[in-house]
């Protein structure tokens, strides 16, 4: 038990769809980032946020968005959903500067 | 552009003896590295890190190793033991406190051999 809680663990959406994944941190967790890891690479970062704010973003077009909020929750929407978003997304969070702690993640197929 | 590699998809060790995985980077900006290990149906767990203002870290039966005329690094595990069959990332990332954006290779497939 990493503290860090990811919901649902699996999910199959249509293609064109939206979804939204949630995770739950450990309290003081302020800082939350998210990675997709496509099957067979290492994870990518999606993008972080600190304080209810994205302070960084990687390679993910805008469809990718997320939200933090106060009681150390989070969540990841994609909207338009590709066969390609189909992934693990594993959700991260730790106090700032800290060691990240990650969670179990969501499987995500796109049909 | 993958600006950190593991080009050993899967490696087979004996119990007892020593894992060597490795790793390379292309970014020169990278300063810490992070070693991961992740089960199925689990989250990468922190292994070791290593700052680029050292070339060695030790932690109990890990040790990381950094070469940055190179651009490798290493990750050494001794003795090996069935419970350390995983999947081993490596990851890197470039200064600024609070940054969170790791760059991570492709895994290594440990297995350890009774």
């Known amino acids: 038990e990493t503290g860090v809680t990811q919901s649902p663990t699996h999910l199959i959406k249509t293609r064109g769809q939206q979804v939204t994944l949630r995770c739950s941190s450990q309290?003081?967790?302020?800082?939350v980032s998210w990675y997709q890891q496509a099957l067979g690479q290492g994870p990518q970062f999606i993008f972080q946020y600190y304080r209810e704010e994205e302070n960084g973003r990687g390679n993910f077009p805008p469809r990718f968005s997320g939200l933090q909020f106060p009681n150390y929750s989070s969540e990841l929407n994609v909207n338009a959903l590709e066969l390609d978003d189909s992934a693990l997304y594993l959700c991260a969070s730790n106090p700032y500067g800290e060691d990240r702690v990650f969670g179990s993640g969501t499987r995500l197929t796109v049909v | 552009d993958q600006q950190v590699k593991q080009n050993s998809p899967s490696l087979s060790v004996q119990e007892g003896r020593i894992s060597i995985l490795n790793c390379d980077y292309t970014n020169s900006m990278f300063d810490y590295f992070l070693w991961y290990k992740k089960y199925p149906a689990e989250g990468p767990t922190f292994l070791i890190s290593?700052?680029?203002?050292?070339d060695k870290n030790e932690d109990g039966r890990f040790t990381v190793f950094l070469n940055k005329s190179a651009k490798h690094l290493s990750l050494h595990i001794v003795p090996s033991q069935p419970g350390d069959s995983a999947v081993y990332f490596c990851?890197?990332?470039?200064?600024?406190?609070?940054?969170?954006?790791?760059?991570f290779g492709t895994g290594t497939r440990l297995t350890i051999i009774p």
């Open positions: 990851a890197a990332r470039r200064g600024a406190f609070g940054n969170e954006k790791l760059t």
């Open positions: 309290s003081g967790h302020n800082t």
């Open positions: 290593i700052s680029s203002i050292k």
